[in-house]
């Protein structure tokens, strides 16, 4: 990273500037094709392209917050840097009018299972409401807490 950049963790909040501050330091290093391509681009050395691949994702490691990471860690879902970021950029990047639409529904009719585990249900929870803040649509800390109140078991 060039001295004196500064790469806050990504909250999901912050999707904006995160996202164009590691994308300048990507195209500062002249590795930017990481964004477009999930695969060795043709000419690019195997060894170059691991390597990258490998820096890029343990970036993502040291500047993500660990519930924003923990959506992109798998390496069997999202293999490549691309995917990964990908994630990142549609979970908290901003969304069409039928999405944000389709979101505030998913929002307001949830309900928790009492048979699986409490914390990737809030994760899933968060997200969208994340989602509906990027899309201007923001979700008032009174409101998530009454939908989280609705959201319990009986």
Not at 45 to 63: C, F, G, P, V
Not at 79 to 88: A, E, I, R, T
Not at 102 to 122: C, F, M, V, Y
């Amino acid at each position: 990273m060039p001295p004196g950049t500064h790469l806050e963790a990504l909250t999901g909040q912050n999707w904006n500037v995160w996202s164009g501050v590691l994308s300048a330091i990507l195209e500062l290093n002249e590795v930017d094709s990481i964004l477009s391509y999930d695969s060795v681009p043709s000419g690019v050395d195997q060894d170059d392209w691991s390597s990258i691949q490998k820096k890029t994702k343990a970036y993502l490691r040291l500047y993500c917050a660990l519930d924003v990471y923990s959506t992109v860690e798998s390496d069997v879902d999202y293999p490549s840097f691309k995917d990964k970021y990908d994630h990142l950029r549609d979970t908290y990047g901003g969304v069409g009018s039928t999405a944000v639409f389709n979101l505030w529904i998913k929002l307001t009719q949830a309900w928790l299972d009492e048979g699986s585990p409490l914390a990737p249900q809030l994760v899933k929870l968060n997200e969208a409401c994340i989602k509906l803040s990027n899309a201007s649509m923001g979700v008032s800390d009174i409101q998530y807490c009454l939908i989280l109140l609705h959201t319990l078991p009986q």
